[in-house]
């Protein structure tokens, strides 16, 4: 069955700090595996993009990881602000003929002063 | 910036009322897709179409339909609603490239309440 679990289901930081979110999916075929952010009220924004052949990616001071012999991701958060209080989406996409998207549940991030 | 558009930020309804909800995305986008956003699951997939009068079923199509007369518009339809059809409401647009090769744009959802 095709899963993708996020953990922790919340954390909560202090500003300044960093912290590293995980994603572990069971979708195969694999296509590419993608990092949202959904800030309170908002719908999901697109923070990275990864493909098969890709290890790390980073935009700003968010760091995406992709293992995909153990099928496993995480968001590195560096330097945590304010504004990095959201929910943070892993969605992984298979390539079964059509097009299968799985989304996790999220993990919701409080950064606090 | 590509601008997806829900008419209803909030919407409280009464059981068996018909619901419609409105999403409009202005970057001549083929794909175009309906989730609801319950706590605690991810995004479920209730419909999606990918061109005009087109639709597909996603995996959680019963008790809605969609409608896409226009390229640019596609309604989400609760022929009868039950409150198991409360739920935050999610539309999405994306390019004809696939839609893992490009990310979802969505609007900023609909909370709808069933009472």
Known sequence: KNQVEQSPQSLIILEGK????????????????????????????????????????????????????????????????????ASYICVVSGNTGGFKTIFGAGTRLFVKA | DVKVTQSSRYLVKRTGEKVFLECVQDMDHENMFWYRQDPGLGLRLIYFSYDVKMKEKGDIPEGYSVSREKKERFSLILESASTNQTSMYLCASSPHSGVGGSPLHFGNGTRLTVT
């Open chain 1, 18 to 85: 960093n912290c590293t979110l995980q994603c572990n999916y069971t979708v195969s075929p694999f296509s590419n595996l993608r990092w949202y952010k959904q800030d309170t009220g908002r719908g999901p924004v697109s923070l990275t993009i990864m493909t098969f052949s890709e290890n790390t990616k980073s935009n700003g001071r968010y760091t995406a990881t992709l293992d995909a012999d153990t099928k496993q991701s995480s968001l590195h958060i560096t330097a945590s602000q304010l504004s990095d209080s």
